[in-house]
Nanobody
Framework: QVQLVESGGGLVQPGGSLRLSCAAS????????MAWYRQAPGKQRELVAK???????IHADSVKGRFTISRDNAKSTVYLQMNSLKAEDTGVYSC???????????WGQGTQVTVSS
């Protein structure tokens, strides 16, 4: 079982940047594919970016060229660097871990990102 704790959210002006972090504990980090999801008010949760155990990256079309997901296995942490933020990026960002064999998934508690002037 893995525990996930996000940090780094906050209020930022349009065009600004934030870096989200998700620290994992309780299991071997390298056994998990990691992802960031977000949920805007009144909308369904959507995948923002994913990074597999092997380092394969997937970014949603809406964030390509602006957001970058990365992982540091030595620190058991996954990051989401968000640049050129827009108002439509506002939402609760949650960290997700999926075990590569069992496909059991875990979620963090989420961190709020608000993009507003």
């Amino acid at each position: 079982q893995v525990q996930l704790v996000e940090s780094g959210g906050g209020l930022v002006q349009p065009g600004g940047s934030l870096r989200l972090s998700c620290a994992a504990s309780g299991s071997i980090f390298g056994l998990y594919d990691m992802a960031w999801y977000r949920q805007a008010p009144g909308k369904q949760r959507e995948l923002v970016a994913k990074i597999t155990r092997g380092g394969t990256l997937i970014h949603a079309d809406s964030v390509k060229g602006r957001f970058t997901i990365s992982r540091d296995n030595a620190k058991s942490t996954v990051y989401l660097q968000m640049n050129s933020l827009k108002a439509e990026d506002t939402g609760v960002y949650s960290c997700n871990a999926v075990h590569f064999i069992s496909r059991r998934e875990y979620w963090g508690q989420g961190t709020q990102v608000t993009v507003s002037s």
